[in-house]
């Protein structure tokens, strides 16, 4: 016969693994997406980085260019500078926003003749 102190205790147990498991499923579930915003934010970057330069070598406004390229690629442009024909420029993406927090990442890129 089975001691009566014990009775249940399975139940709780299981209930504990249940909630940490959906907890770490969740962080993994949020770190995923801000490695997601990272690579959209590095090649919004990198193809506006590109158009700008491309413009610039056309005689046009390298920043007007890229940030349209930026914006089409979901990232916004922070800072843009030209000098000479080469092109550099910081982008933002938006980032996962979970639990009222928000987490925005940014990426840096620069292009020109090589």
Same mark, same amino acid.
């Given at each position: 016969? *089975?001691?009566?102190? #014990?009775h249940g205790s399975?139940?709780l147990f299981a !209930?504990a693994v249940i ?5 770490? %499923?969740? =962080?993994? %579930? ?9 690579? !959209? ?10 158009? %700008?330069?491309?413009?610039?070598? *056309? ?19 922070? #800072?843009?500078? &030209?000098?000479?024909?080469? &092109? *550099?420029?910081?982008?933002?993406? =938006? %980032?996962?926003?979970?639990?009222? #927090? ?7 890129? *620069?292009?020109?003749?090589?």
């Amino acid at each position: 016969m *089975r001691p009566r102190t #014990q009775h249940g205790s399975a139940t709780l147990f299981a !209930v504990a693994v249940i909630g940490l498991l959906a907890l770490v %499923g969740a =962080a993994l %579930g949020v770190a995923g997406a801000m490695v997601h915003a990272h690579r !959209v934010a590095q090649s919004a970057a990198d193809l506006a980085a590109l158009a %700008g330069a491309r413009s610039v070598a *056309r005689g046009e406004d390298g920043c007007a260019a890229a940030a349209a390229i930026a914006e089409a690629n979901g990232a916004t442009i922070d #800072q843009c500078a &030209v000098d000479g024909f080469d &092109v *550099r420029l910081r982008v933002t993406a =938006a %980032g996962p926003h979970w639990l009222a #927090q928000h987490h925005d990442l940014s990426a840096e890129a *620069r292009a020109g003749p090589a």
